[in-house]
């Protein structure tokens, strides 16, 4: 076994805001979306909570956008596992090996290991996919708020409510997607811990120090594969 | 000298208004329109010197809701003038004629008026069958509309049916009805939203046209943004409720009775875009909030689908009635929950020998499995 560098810091710190920022988001959104009632006999301008809980959503919000925006040019920029031609399942060779592992890791209907050392390709499209999902999530986010902004960043958003055909819509999606998030999470984190569990490579711990481990003669294979 | 070439302060005067009630007229109509105070004398102006603009008010699938509102207006001038008088030239529910009557007086106003006449439509248009859904003096209303729109100066689409389709346009929609702007192009449109839209706001748009000889300037679902840049929640008095999280849960409890927010019964003021907050109804008396009631979003598209009214989330299409996106999500969530638990113990007994295997010699051979 020798290790192989594979998150670089900026790639790990982008992995840590986005999962805390969307933590905080669909946490303070589940509570926009259905506050709990009190019963009050308190004056309005005693109490701000309801105020506060959307601000910590839109500063989450600013957050998670432009730790999202850095890893698009980190994808561009970063080293072989954060490169963008990895999300995007463009050869053929890509769609086979997700076949591949559907059947392996999922379906466990074949046994064999898994060759790759970042994402694999199956993850890698789940994460391309939860990219487009970030995307409309910022869009129809964005578009909502931007009638009750003044900023510049929210107003370029403006034009999402109306192709959609107004804020009802609009807002309905924002708030249905939170449960994509939600869905993804529960499977990432599962997954993390079966592949560690599975292929032995220090998954968990690769996305806190960066390191992964292959097995010698590994990547020569790889490369083999990738001919 | 024909109606068509008197002033309103002509018609005015000669309904028996003083001048002082056509200049309180003119200074409420620029104060609508959010204009600064000099340009008061600009509407007056506009209004006495400018001949009438011919109006030709076609009703289609509705329920006259918008002119019901219309003749409601706070100020008795409106209705007056701009109506009777901006001179409905042609109007199925008010006008004098009828029959054959009417629809020469239809035909007349498009000819002398070419490219000069107001096309206001109030109702949607059903396609389906050709149209046979709505037909008004053997045509279909498909054909009036295509006719009289095809010389008007602009469209002014009266409420939601015309701007947005309504409930005859909710699902399944059966007769295929559409709103004007689906129908015409290449004509300004103005979309007059809210079902009915506020009285005021109708004969703003109205007299704006006539004052700057021009259309308002609009937003991007073509409403002017002097009645629709924002939204109900941004006017709304209770919003200070809102901000505080007090909320009402049910109508008749204490919260209804402190008039707390009405967020949680289903209130659409957050997503919807009118100016009832600021004008009122009804002459400035009240608005469905303030009388309890949540805005149920009557000014934006796809409101009776977007239901039900009294629930702040909408209703999941294809799960059946009472399925919100929270209980689908939940459902997704439980399902899930066991998808990995399944997985997870398939996985513990497939590997149960290579976890022996290997506790047994700590080499590596897992590429042999
Ligand atoms: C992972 C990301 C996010 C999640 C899970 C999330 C979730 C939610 C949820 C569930 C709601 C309540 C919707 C409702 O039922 O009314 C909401 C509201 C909202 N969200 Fe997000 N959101 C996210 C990102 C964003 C972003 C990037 C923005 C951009 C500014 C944003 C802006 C808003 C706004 C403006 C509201 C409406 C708040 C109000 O007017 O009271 N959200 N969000
Ligand atoms: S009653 Fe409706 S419009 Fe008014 S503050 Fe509450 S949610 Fe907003």
Redesign the interface.
């Known amino acids: 076994?020798h290790p192989v560098y594979v998150w670089e810091l900026p790639v790990r710190f982008f992995h840590w805001i986005n999962a805390l920022s969307i933590v905080a988001l669909a946490v303070t959104g589940f509570i926009i979306?259905?506050?709990p009632?009190?019963?009050?006999?308190?004056e309005?301008?005693?109490?701000?909570?309801?105020?506060t809980?959307r601000i910590i959503h839109f500063i989450a919000a600013y957050v998670f956008f432009f730790n999202f925006v850095f890893r698009i040019y980190w994808g561009f920029v970063g080293n072989r596992f954060a490169n963008w031609k990895n999300f995007i399942p463009y050869t053929k060779r890509s769609w086979i090996d997700m076949w591949e592992i559907i059947r392996v890791d999922?379906l466990?209907i074949k046994?064999a290991?898994n060759p790759n050392l970042g994402h694999n390709a199956l993850a890698s499209f789940t994460y391309f996919i939860t990219f487009l999902a970030f995307l409309l999530q910022v869009l129809t986010g964005f578009g909502?708020y931007a009638?009750?902004s003044s900023a510049w960043l929210p107003a370029l958003f403006?034009?999402v409510p109306?192709m959609l055909?107004?804020?009802?819509?609009?807002?309905?999606i924002h708030?249905?997607m939170?449960?994509v998030f939600?869905?993804f999470a529960?499977?990432h984190v599962?997954l993390v811990f079966?592949h560690d569990?599975?292929d032995?490579n220090g998954t968990t711990s690769s996305i806190i120090g960066g390191w992964k481990f292959q097995?010698e003669g590994k990547e020569e294979r790889e490369k083999e594969l990738d001919k | 000298m024909s109606k068509n070439q008197k002033t309103y302060y002509d018609l005015a005067i000669e309904k028996g208004y003083s001048r002082r009630d056509f200049m309180k007229f003119s200074a409420m109509m620029a104060a609508l329109l959010g204009l600064e105070s000099s340009s008061i004398g600009q509407v007056a102006k506009a209004l006495e010197t400018k001949t009438r603009i011919p109006v030709i008010w076609l009703h289609g699938q509705e329920c006259t809701c918008c002119s019901e509102s219309f003749i409601r207006s706070s100020h008795p001038l409106v209705a007056d003038i701009l109506l009777d008088k901006i001179s409905l030239d042609y109007t199925e529910t008010l006008m004098a004629a009828a029959g054959h009557q009417a629809e020469k007086s239809l035909q007349d106003t498009i000819r002398d008026y070419k490219g000069k006449y107001i096309l206001a439509v109030e109702g949607s248009i059903p396609l389906n069958n050709n149209g046979v859904y709505c037909c008004i003096g053997g045509k279909t209303f498909e054909q009036i509309v295509e006719e009289a729109a095809k010389d008007a100066y602009a469209v002014l689409a009266w409420g939601n049916c015309a701007s947005a389709g309504c409930v005859q346009a909710a699902k399944p929609n059966p007769t295929g009805a559409v709103p004007i702007h689906k129908m015409i192009s290449g004509k300004p449109l103005i979309n007059v939203q809210g079902c009915p839209p506020i009285a005021e706001v109708m004969a703003g748009v109205l007299v704006h046209i006539l004052t700057f000889g021009q259309i308002p300037e609009l937003?991007?679902?073509k409403r002017p943004k002097a009645f629709y840049?924002?939204?109900v929640h941004?006017t709304c008095y209770r919003r200070?409720?809102?901000?505080?999280?007090?909320?009402v849960?049910s109508f008749d409890?204490?919260?209804a009775k402190?008039g707390f927010c009405l967020?949680?019964m289903g209130c659409?003021g957050?997503?919807?875009?009118n100016a009832c907050g600021v004008m009122e109804w009804n002459n400035g008396t009240s608005f469905p909030i303030k009388s309890g009631h949540p805005c149920i979003?009557c000014s934006?598209?796809?409101?009776w689908d977007?239901g039900p009214f009294y629930t702040?989330?909408?209703n999941?299409p294809g799960f059946g009635i009472e399925s919100t996106?929270?209980k689908?999500?939940l459902g997704?969530?439980i399902a899930?929950?066991v998808g990995?638990a399944a997985?997870?113990i398939?996985?513990n007994i497939?590997?149960r020998s290579l976890i022996n295997k290997v506790n047994g010699k700590p080499e590596?051979e897992?590429?042999e499995?």
């Open positions: 076994m979306g259905d506050p009632a009190i019963q009050s006999a308190t309005a301008s005693f109490s701000y909570w309801f105020g809980v999922i466990q046994s290991d909502i009638t009750t403006a034009w109306a055909g107004g804020d009802m819509v609009t807002r309905d708030h249905l939170m449960w939600a869905l529960m499977v599962y079966y569990y599975i032995w097995e | 937003d991007r679902l840049s924002r939204r941004d200070p409720n809102f901000d505080a999280g007090l909320f849960q409890d204490e919260n402190r967020y949680k659409k957050p997503v919807t875009y979003g934006e598209e796809g409101f977007n702040h989330l909408t999941f996106a929270d689908v999500g997704l969530g899930t929950g990995i997985h997870a398939s996985t497939r590997k590596l897992k590429n499995s």
